[in-house]
């Protein structure tokens, strides 16, 4: 079992920039691949970035890439998510995600039927 908390989210302006921290803990948490997703009213739980359980393969999705950074401290069992320039579209519920994929292919990161453990959640909102 693996429990996962987000903390950061907030209210920003368009073009500024938020970390958003997920703390992960279980005896299995390093070991898990870990991911972003996104959701807002109406839509679908939509992938933003996901990094392996080594730190070293990243995938993320095109509308966030050069803006979004994520990274790993395992010695923490902490995920981190840097966003930068954000846009009002950039607004939504955020969520920690944690699974175990069967390969490096990005689907099995990008998909979120891959990941099991999911955190509660926490807003973002950029304003115009």
């Known amino acids: 079992q693996v429990q996962l908390v987000e903390s950061g989210g907030g209210l920003v302006q368009a073009g500024g920039s938020l970390r958003l921290s997920c703390a992960a803990s279980?005896?299995?948490?390093?070991?898990?691949?870990l991911g972003w997703f996104r959701q807002t009213p109406g839509k679908e739980r939509e992938f933003v970035v996901a990094?392996?359980?080594?730190?070293?393969?990243?995938y993320y999705a095109d509308s966030v890439k050069g803006r979004f950074t994520i990274s790993r401290d395992n010695a923490k069992n902490t995920v981190y998510l840097q966003m930068s320039s954000l846009k009002p579209d950039d607004t939504a519920v955020y969520y920690c995600?944690?699974?175990?994929?069967?390969?490096?292919?990005?689907?099995?990161?990008?998909?979120?039927?891959?990941?099991?453990?999911w955190g509660q959640g926490t807003q973002v909102t950029v304003s115009s």
């Open positions: 995600a944690a699974g175990t994929p069967p390969g490096v292919l990005s689907y099995y990161y990008t998909d979120s039927k891959r990941y099991v453990y």
């Open positions: 279980g005896r299995t948490a390093s070991n898990c691949a």
């Open positions: 990094i392996s359980w080594t730190g070293g393969r990243t």
